[in-house]
């Protein structure tokens, strides 16, 4: 009987209440209706989604918002359209001020960038920093070149076995029970 009830009840947004929208405009009318409200999270769907469309210059209106909303996804994405020169013109120093503001944030793949950033303009004590917070965040990347530092000497062994168990504890973390 319940199976029953649950079956004829239209499913509900367990926050609102309200329906669930069933076409992709109403899907859009929401997204944007929380995009007004100043959701970052939906602020930045929108801005990737203008990017993959091609509209760069939406794209980067959208993502500049959340970014100013602090939100690292924003932050991040800016920093590829600076690097990239996509919609806007290629400017490295906005492109690192934009992975250091996602970096801060808690992004790792934009400190992996900036500890790459700082192994080729030969800063390696600097960019092994990076790199072993960025495996601490669980980014695998980061401990290739954790392991490429340790072989070339400028990472201890201690530190390298450090980040290593770090890395799998941020990994394990993530698993399903």
Known sequence: KIREQNASMKRKCPFCRHPLPTTDAEIDANRMKRVDANDPVATVFEGIRRYQEGDCGGA????????????????????????????????EQMAVYHWEESAIAGHPTAR???????????????????????ANLGDDKSVDALKKG??????????????LRAHQAAVDATKSP
């Open 60 to 91: 980067f209106e959208y993502l500049t918002k959340a970014a100013g909303l602090g939100d690292a996804e924003a932050h991040y994405h800016l920093s590829l359209m600076y690097w990239e020169g996509k919609g806007v013109e290629m400017d």
């Open 112 to 134: 992996f960038n900036l500890g790459a950033i700082e192994w080729n303009s030969d800063s390696m004590e600097r960019a092994m920093k990076h790199h072993i917070i960025a």
């Open 150 to 163: 340790y072989l070339e000497g400028v990472l201890s062994k201690e530190d390298f076995a450090a980040a």
